[in-house]
């Protein structure tokens, strides 16, 4: 199996894996000799105004909602290979949600039944509220 040598983002959208930064550090937290020992944390570093992939209009929403750089570090499992596929999951899951377009809002008028159903329930709190009055007394 070959690896994988681009991240799918969206339909128009995939990074080339050589543009990530990875490190990848000790876990913090208590653990036996593994945890002591092993680099399992991973961190992935991708540049937003550096990347060749993406285009100028993709660049400027992503930097607009993401900042310049997007750091994803993961340290979940014991595996550094586990925590390598994590983080770029996390990545991907960022990067497609800050592309993300909601479709614009359309105004819509309310319903004659909308309305109606408003207003009687204005009428009934109304009631509640005047049944909370002491009497009026003066005849």
């Known amino acids: 199996m070959t690896p994988v040598r681009v991240l799918r ?26 945890a002591n020992t092993a680099n399992t944390k991973a961190i992935v570093t991708f540049d ?11 660049r400027a929403l992503l930097v607009e909602r993401l900042g310049t750089e997007v750091r994803v570090a993961v340290d ?9 596929t994590l983080a770029l999951h996390r990545l991907q899951e960022r990067l497609a ?6 479709p614009p809002r359309r105004a819509t008028k309310p319903t004659v039944a909308a309305n109606r159903r408003r207003l009687e329930s204005k009428r009934r709190h109304s009631q509640t509220k ?4 002491p009497p009026d007394t003066t005849d």
């Open 9 to 34: 983002v969206s339909g128009t959208c995939s990074i080339a894996l050589d543009e990530l930064r990875w490190e990848f550090t000790g876990s913090g937290g208590p653990g036996g000799q593994h």
């Open 97 to 102: 949600a800050g592309l993300r377009r909601d």
């Open 48 to 58: 937003l105004l550096g990347s060749p992939s993406l285009t100028d209009s993709q």
């Open 130 to 133: 005047a049944r909370r009055r």
């Open 76 to 84: 979940a499992t014991r595996s550094q290979a586990r925590n390598r």
